[in-house]
């Protein structure tokens, strides 16, 4: 049974690299300007680590098939070199492996976290509730009205708890439930969440952060490709979780300031 | 003579009357078993929920016919609703982390063992140790209470997050009674795991018999010892975290949620909390869960291993030192679940390195015993094959955490299947590996019969190449951005994958009715099984020395005296190619070079 258990172990190897090899799995089309380092980080991780996935389960294979069932009183043998081969072949290989890893990692995270977004760039903020998104524009004025917790009222579309009747900077603020951005421009997201934790996913722009209740979070982004992309909740919100998303929507610059103009209008 | 009084002190009378000898009972043998049976009826109801969910996720309309009696809001003419998806999700994860992952590698089998293995005749405080146990049972009672409630289970999943978990029925069905009943349970999970763990901790510093160094205990004996001091910290923060929570949910007070919030059109009354303590503290607990989990399967596959090689591992040094890293290193990265929740990317950076460290000892550990099998004479039994598989399936679920400990990949790949993937390979499976391997092992000690070889066999099979069929996909399709805790996926990119995830549905199917192979082998073998010798596996450590099942002081009376270390294996001894720890024989290699 031990040849038996060797076969399957490497027929579970061949397989499971399978459809990765083939790519058969593939991520989607990127459209930010960070992407790109994420998927070559992920694409050096996935050679690293399938090679030791698939190295290992060879090696214990091939062990299983040599060493079951010997003949008796075949000797027993040590492996060359012992405890101190295995430590150091993990010291050097996985350390090296890792130290590699870990420090280019951080490039493509830096282009993500520790960059500020540029003064020029388009300010969008979201509110996340149980189970929608809504995104505000600061309107001609370049500000936005205060967000008042009590005077939210959903029924009469003021998601934001907005006081215009008070405050001017938020008369001319538009709402959206979708987010529209000009494409090949900065944009920076300010995060609130309105209850509970949501997050923002975008596969195509490799982006994923969390809404923190009480906790406003600042997210930058340059959307290279004009289209209509799906922005998903990750985080477990509730009953509709499944149900939370909007779009996002990357137009041509004059498009964009089209799609302004019809919204400030109404 | 002290080390002999000392093991007197902590002798108890013979036990008499049924209560005292299998409900209440002092004997920490009864104890384990308990242990398992618990854990056992926990794994069964885990895995019908997981079934449930699969069914749901697959084919969303599908009718479960029992399923209405049983919750008639969850479930109204059979088809599940999306929040008691969620609800299941919640159960199945709390029932399988806490009361299997802990339970059955470490509660179970670690009160049964360890004292035998270290030569002691109970643990350090017998009543403490059936006092765990009770509190545990409690723990599961008020859990298992969620599902009959009007209200039902909980939907924020085991991690239950705050705020939606702090600010009571405004978050949701489940999430009035449901919850608290959630923290109450788990707070009392928490103290009787923190009992259990100093009783590991001062039986095993304490009660060791004469000879009985550190280092001559067995390396599952070592794996529990150390999964105990990494207990009693991680069950200490978990503890406050939960009363933080039920304070929060029904005193009024404000430690995760903080003001402003409108959730359900209401303004809650609270202000100044913050919803990151909640993960802070519940990840200072949660990834060191993980190691809670896995390092005695790691133990338990080390002894077996030895035993079935009949050689020596290449050092057990080496392996009681990584494993001790591992423990040591699992405080320092709890981050890692938390690259995306806000808080300072600066501190990801801090978080990763740390987690990529862990590698290091897991590697290892993955050597020596790969090393190991070299040259070795491998008896194959249904314990070996298990304890093989633990090393492939420990090997396929840790690679993939090289990715996760990376922010900057963890970016795209948090909250998908891929993370779903990974930690049932490594915490799930490779950890309830370690437990059937255990079982099939250590079963003929624990009963006095032998477990049925073909149906263990069997059992593995199904296993084995079953549990690769379910979770080898979830890495994949989390590659594409297959987003997890969703009750389906049916309006979007996800259709044309929908055929994967009916595959894994079937192979999950599959896999769980396998696992009724094994537990109908556990019953009949228990009853009907073959008359198991003292020392079935012609092992060495002490546990072997004794009848099968032990009596109730596990020595007779008698205290052992122990010559060797547990690893004279491939040597000349009287009985075959083997020295038992308490033989003064002198040991003699086999082959003369």
Known sequence: MGKLLAIVLVVIAVLSAYPIVTHMFVLPEDISTHGRAIDQQLHDTMLEAGLSFVGAQIVLAVFVWGFTNRKEGSPLKSFPGGAKVAVIAAFVLVGTEVLALGVMGQKAWAQVYFTSPKPNALQVQVQAEQFAYYFRYAGPDGKFGLIHPDKIDEGNQNYFGLDPANEVEARDDIVSGELVVPVNREVQLLMHAKDVGHSFYVRELRLQQDFVPGLDLSLHFTATKIGKYEIVCTQLCGLGHYNMKAYLNVMSEADYEKWLKEQAAQ | MQEASVQEAHVHAPPQGFLRKYVFSLDHKVIGKQYYALALAAVFTGMILSWLMRIHMVWPNAKIPLLELFSKNGAPGGVMTPEYYLSLLTMHGTLMVFFVLTNAPFAAFGNYFLPIQIGAEDMAFPRFNMMSFWTTFVAWVVLMLAFFIPDGPPIAGWTEYAPLSAVGKDAGPGMEWGASLWGISIAIFCVASLLGALNFIATTLDLRAKGMTLMRMPLCTWAWFITSCIALLAFA????????????????????????????????PHSGGSPLLWQHLFWFFGHPEVYIAILPSMGIVSHILVNSMRKPLLSARVVIYSMMSIGFLSYMVWGHHMFVSGMNPLSSLAFSFPTLTITIPATVLTLIWL????????????????????????????????????????????????????????????????????????????????????????????????????????????LIGNVRRYQSFVDDFMAPYMGWHKFVTIAALITGAGQLVFLYNLIYSRFRGKPATENPWNATSLEWSIPSPPPWNNFGGKHPIVYHDPYQYGVKGSKGDFVMQDSPEQVVAASGD
């Open chain 2, 371 to 478: 090393g190991s099998l070299y040259g070795s004479n491998l008896q194959i039994n249904s314990a070996s094959l298990f304890a093989l598989g633990f090393i492939s399936m420990f090997v396929a679920g840790g690679v993939s955490g090289f990715f996760l400990a990376q922010p900057s990949i963890d970016i795209y790949l948090h909250a998908t299947y891929f993370v779903v993937g990974h930690f049932h390979l490594v915490m799930g499976v490779a950890s309830l590996f370690g437990v059937f391997a255990g079982t099939y092992f250590w079963f003929p000690k624990m009963t006095g019969r032998m477990m049925s070889e073909p149906l263990g066999k069997l059992h593995f099979w199904i296993t084995f190449v079953g549990a690769y069929c379910i979770f080898m996909p979830f890495h994949y399709l989390g």
């Open chain 2, 237 to 268: 923060v978990l503890f406050p975290a939960c009363i933080l929570l039920i304070l929060d949910r029904h005193a009024g007070t404000s430690f995760f949620i903080p003001g402003g919030l409108v959730i359900s059109d209401r303004l809650q």
